[in-house]
């Protein structure tokens, strides 16, 4: 079983930055494909970024693209998510979530076999 940790959510105003951390209990971590998906009550949930196995990387969210970067630190067992230049829309609960197996629909949060119990995002306009 493999443990996810987020961390570095906060409160923030409008133009800041944070850097989101996602650490695996997992040795072999850089294995496995690891996406950021985000949840605000009463909305869908939202697919964010993924990056591969291979450290391919890609931002989905259209309102992330520019602002957002995923990145990992297979040293660490870490995924992280850079956000720049942050929104008040950019409000929501932050997860990531992973999986040992290539994902075909890595939009789908159902194809992840582990996740996080995320981490708070409060942007403040």
């Known amino acids: 079983q493999v443990q996810l940790v987020e961390s570095g959510g906060g409160v923030v105003q409008a133009g800041d930055s944070l850097r989101l951390s996602c650490v695996a209990s997992?040795?072999?971590?850089?294995?496995?494909?690891v996406g950021w998906f985000r949840q605000t009550p009463g909305k869908e949930r939202e697919f964010v970024a993924v990056i591969s196995n291979t450290g391919v990387t890609e931002v989905f969210l259209d309102s992330g693209k520019g602002r957002f970067t995923i990145s990992r630190d297979n040293a660490k067992n870490t995924v992280y998510l850079q956000m720049n230049d942050l929104k008040p829309e950019d409000t929501a609960d932050y997860y990531c979530?992973?999986?040992?197996?290539?994902?075909?629909?890595?939009?789908?949060?159902?194809?992840?076999?582990?996740r996080g119990q995320g981490t708070q995002v409060t942007v403040s306009s």
């Open positions: 997992e040795r072999t971590f850089n294995n496995y494909f």
């Open positions: 979530a992973a999986a040992a197996t290539f994902l075909y629909r890595k939009w789908i949060a159902e194809e992840y076999r582990f």
